[in-house]
């Protein structure tokens, strides 16, 4: 796997009138394509202005930042929207959709917002199909169940085909039930399809999810290490299972 994302002695200084704030303090850290990571710390730690920058929807006071090869500390805001737009989706606590419009349009903005009008119907559907929420497409979110808006929320991270999905405490909204059925998908975005998915969450459950965990405190990295048992989605767990028998012949009652 390569380099995806390169962060070099990131800091990033606030001033709220006379008092100036260091959210983060010299941070250098390495994700490779492929990886599933979560992003830890508690409130105050730094991890949310780290999820925004390495998201570019926000640059460092000082430090380096590449991704996938490209010098984001260099470019403009337009040049970080298309950055946003072509590498990188995003998923929600609170969903984030548009409540008068269908599922099936929810998921095609961002095709509209970044110009690719071409078979913009067509992979709405297909992003659909991928999180099991094809006989949804016109229903509105206050017709679905928050664990449905989250599959909606995700199939629209998915239809410009990102190499990162950011999801920032995806499951916080959600039963324990429903939010295992969501890691599910994430991992399975990351097996199937190599996504590279990065969790930004305070709850430990959600981050044994992935396959490294970084935490954060003060703004530094305190700790940096992968998981020795990664925790499967029950959801996962039983598609893994069922796929050698969709393999060959169906299995008589």
């Known amino acids: 796997m390569s380099d995806l994302i390169v962060v070099k002695d990131l800091t990033k200084v606030y001033h709220m009138g006379d008092v100036e704030v260091q959210a983060l303090r010299g941070i250098s850290l390495t994700i490779r394509a ?21 998201g570019c929807l926000d640059q460092p006071t000082d430090g380096e930042y590449h991704l996938d ?3 984001v500390g260099g470019l403009n805001d337009n040049q970080l929207a298309g950055i946003r737009n072509e590498k990188i989706g995003f998923v929600f606590q609170q969903y984030m959709l548009l409540q008068r419009t269908s599922a099936l349009r929810n998921v095609e903005l961002p095709m509209l917002y970044g110009g690719k009008g071409s078979n913009r119907h067509t992979r709405a559907l297909a992003a659909l199909e991928a999180v099991g929420m094809s006989d949804r497409t016109h229903h509105k979110p206050n017709e679905l169940s928050g664990g449905q808006q989250q599959r909606v929320a995700i199939a629209r991270a998915l239809v410009n085909e990102p190499q990162i999905i950011m999801a920032d405490e995806p499951t916080g909204a959600l039963d324990t039930h429903t939010g295992e059925e969501i890691m599910g998908i994430f ?22 999810h992935a396959e490294r965990i970084i935490s954060l405190r003060d703004g530094v990295v305190e700790h940096d290490k992968p998981l020795k048992e990664r925790m499967i989605s029950p959801a996962l767990a039983a598609l893994m299972e069922a796929e050698p028998a969709s393999a060959g012949e169906a299995p008589t009652a």
Do not use: F, Y
């Not at 991890?47 to 925004?52: A, D, F, G, P």
């Not at 991992?187 to 044994?208: C, F, K, P, S």
């Open 34 to 54: 492929g990886e599933m990571v979560a992003i830890m710390g508690p409130s105050g730690s730094g991890k949310s202005t780290l999820m925004n920058i390495i």
């Open 69 to 71: 090869g490209i010098d």
């Open 187 to 208: 991992q399975r975005l990351n097996q199937e399809q190599g996504i590279t998915v990065i969790l930004v969450t305070h709850e430990h459950d959600v981050a044994n």
